[in-house]
């Protein structure tokens, strides 16, 4: 099948996103069938049918076969092992993480620089819990540097984290070169400077633990909530660092 653009969803998408198409493909999931049976079970005229076979079948994910029996008749047969592979690359295309495992990457160290604007809580936690899980080389900073906080420090124990950092402005890094650049706060957005190399940036809304009147219990919300996305950048980062 061919490659989708980025802005269009992946062909299996668009193919399989035809309700009479996904008809078809579902009752060929079960067994091969006949045109007049295809009929039959769709309630729609055979040439309506056939048109959407022909689709599928020049995706090559339907094949046909003349009957052994009957050399006038014709199965159709559904082939899920290209149907699999089209749903994982549809699933790349959303998300790596959702693309199934990859074994033909080749081991990158990716570079992340986590941004937040007091460099005390999220920030430090996002970079402790990427190298925790990965052994990537992730730094934190902040427009507005402050002592860590102890309650981050207490979350991240609760990860098998041993967090110690020194608050660090983003100035220092404005020479570096990162694959990401990741925001944690709406604030720090606002005023990220440029980086060399254009990395990858993104951001997360992710309010500041500090601030809550829930006290502990806030930066453990944040650390969970952190740990979750950091489970699915995962998949992404070592991509976009091949890339580079």
């Given at each position: 099948?061919?490659?989708?653009?980025p802005?269009?969803?992946?062909?299996f998408?668009r193919?399989a996103?035809?309700?009479l198409?996904?008809r078809?493909?579902?009752?060929?999931?079960?067994?091969?069938?006949?045109?007049?049976?295809l009929?039959?079970v769709?309630?729609?005229?055979?040439?309506?049918?056939?048109?959407?076979?022909?689709?599928?079948?020049?995706a090559e994910?339907?094949?046909?076969?003349?009957s052994s029996?009957?050399?006038?008749d014709t199965?159709?047969?559904?082939d899920l092992r290209?149907?699999?592979?089209?749903l994982?690359?549809?699933?790349?295309?959303?998300?790596p993480?959702?693309?199934?495992?990859?074994?033909?990457?080749?081991?990158?160290?990716?570079?992340?620089?986590f941004?937040c604007t007091?460099?005390?809580?999220?920030?430090p936690?996002?970079?402790?819990?990427?190298?925790?899980?990965?052994?990537?080389?992730?730094?934190?900073?902040?427009?507005?540097p402050k002592?860590?906080?102890?309650?981050a420090?207490?979350?991240?124990?609760?990860?098998?984290i041993?967090?110690?950092?020194e608050p660090?402005h983003?100035d220092?890094?404005?020479?570096?070169?990162?694959?990401?650049?990741?925001s944690?706060?709406?604030?720090?957005?606002?005023?990220?400077?440029?980086?060399?190399?254009?990395?990858?940036t993104i951001?997360?809304?992710?309010?500041?633990p500090?601030r809550?009147?829930?006290?502990?219990?806030?930066?453990?919300?944040?650390?969970?909530?952190l740990?979750?996305?950091?489970?699915?950048l995962?998949?992404?980062i070592?991509?976009e660092?091949?890339?580079?």
């Amino acid at each position: 099948m061919p490659t989708a653009e980025p802005s269009e969803p992946p062909p299996f998408v668009r193919l399989a996103g035809d309700p009479l198409r996904w008809r078809l493909m579902r009752e060929l999931a079960q067994s091969d069938r006949r045109v007049r049976e295809l009929v039959e079970v769709v309630g729609q005229p055979q040439n309506l049918v056939s048109y959407h076979l022909g689709k599928l079948r020049a995706a090559e994910l339907v094949t046909a076969r003349r009957s052994s029996f009957d050399g006038r008749d014709t199965y159709y047969h559904l082939d899920l092992r290209r149907c699999a592979d089209a749903l994982t690359e549809a699933g790349s295309a959303l998300h790596p993480s959702l693309g199934g495992p990859r074994t033909d990457r080749k081991p990158v160290k990716p570079r992340v620089l986590f941004l937040c604007t007091g460099n005390s809580g999220r920030s430090p936690m996002a970079a402790a819990l990427l190298r925790h899980r990965t052994g990537a080389e992730a730094v934190s900073a902040g427009s507005h540097p402050k002592p860590l906080r102890p309650e981050a420090v207490r979350a991240m124990a609760e990860y098998g984290i041993s967090l110690a950092h020194e608050p660090t402005h983003l100035d220092a890094f404005r020479q570096r070169r990162f694959h990401w650049v990741i925001s944690l706060c709406d604030r720090v957005r606002e005023v990220c400077p440029e980086f060399p190399g254009r990395p990858r940036t993104i951001h997360w809304s992710i309010p500041d633990p500090a601030r809550d009147a829930d006290g502990y219990p806030a930066f453990r919300r944040v650390a969970a909530e952190l740990d979750t996305r950091i489970g699915f950048l995962m998949a992404t980062i070592p991509e976009e660092a091949s890339r580079a």
